[in-house]
């Protein structure tokens, strides 16, 4: 099966410095990539998401990037705020239909 | 319309009692998955239904686990005899189909056995 690997699992920035957050996966087949952020105690929810006919999105501070080739995809979140602060999970998602989520990133933002 | 909903919020039971998790998906969402996130960790694969096809349960970490979905639409996960380890939250997803759509999540059952 899916297997997704998410490092750092700990990142702590300034605010206004840009954050990244690099997932690999393993299964070939994986044809779409979300990323959730969960705030404390709330629920995950989805952010950003990439699909495997394209190599880059943008959503305003949050991009994503995927290379197939080398099946590694990344978060960046430029200009980081306080309330970015959360735990971040990727996920791929191939065959089974089932996404398989990274261990997630806890990201601390400091004023 | 309104989002996934689970109940209950918060379980505390006592080891060796079994009890029941509920999930309304989104109503019109096919695909519904069950997850356990444990303090800390991140979100582990339980459970997948898709129509009405047979669920994937390749995730289910024991045979006290168990999880059907009546009418394509509410699902329950059961567990049975629980267990300290069993400790958790419990989140619950749908998504409109088993295409490249979004999963939306419940707030999530916590349940802590004593």
């Known amino acids: 099966g899916e297997n997704v690997e998410q490092h750092p699992s700990t990142l702590s920035v300034q605010e206004g410095d840009s954050a990244v957050i690099k997932c690999t996966y393993s299964?070939?087949?994986?044809?779409?990539f979300p990323w959730y952020k969960q705030e404390l105690g709330k629920r995950p929810q989805l952010i950003i998401d990439?699909?495997?006919?394209?190599g880059e999105k943008k959503d305003q501070r949050i991009a994503v990037t995927l290379n197939k080739t080398a099946k590694h995809f990344s978060l960046h979140i430029t200009e980081t705020q306080p309330e970015d602060s959360a735990v971040y999970f990727c996920?791929?998602?191939?065959?089974?239909?089932?996404?398989?989520f990274g261990r997630g990133t806890s990201l601390i933002v400091h004023p | 319309g309104a989002g996934v909903s689970q109940s209950p919020s918060n379980k505390v039971t006592e080891k060796g009692k079994d009890v029941e998790l509920r999930c309304d998906p989104i109503?019109?969402?096919?695909?519904l998955y069950w997850y356990r996130q444990s303090l800390g960790q991140g979100l582990e694969f339980l459970i997948y239904?898709?129509?009405?096809?047979?669920?994937?349960k390749s995730g289910l970490p024991s045979d006290r686990f168990s999880a059907e979905r009546t009418g394509g639409s509410v699902s329950t996960l059961t567990i049975q005899r629980t267990q300290q380890e069993d400790s958790a939250v419990y989140l619950c997803?749908?998504?409109?189909?088993?295409?490249?759509?979004?999963?939306?999540f419940g707030q999530g059952t916590r349940l802590t056995v004593v």
């Open positions: 239904f898709q129509g009405n096809s047979a669920p994937d």
């Open positions: 990439i699909r495997s006919n394209v």
């Open positions: 996920a791929a998602r191939g065959g089974s239909y089932i996404p398989t």
């Open positions: 299964d070939s087949a994986s044809n779409y």
């Open positions: 997803a749908s998504s409109q189909d088993s295409g490249v759509t979004e999963a939306f």
């Open positions: 109503s019109g969402h096919t695909a």
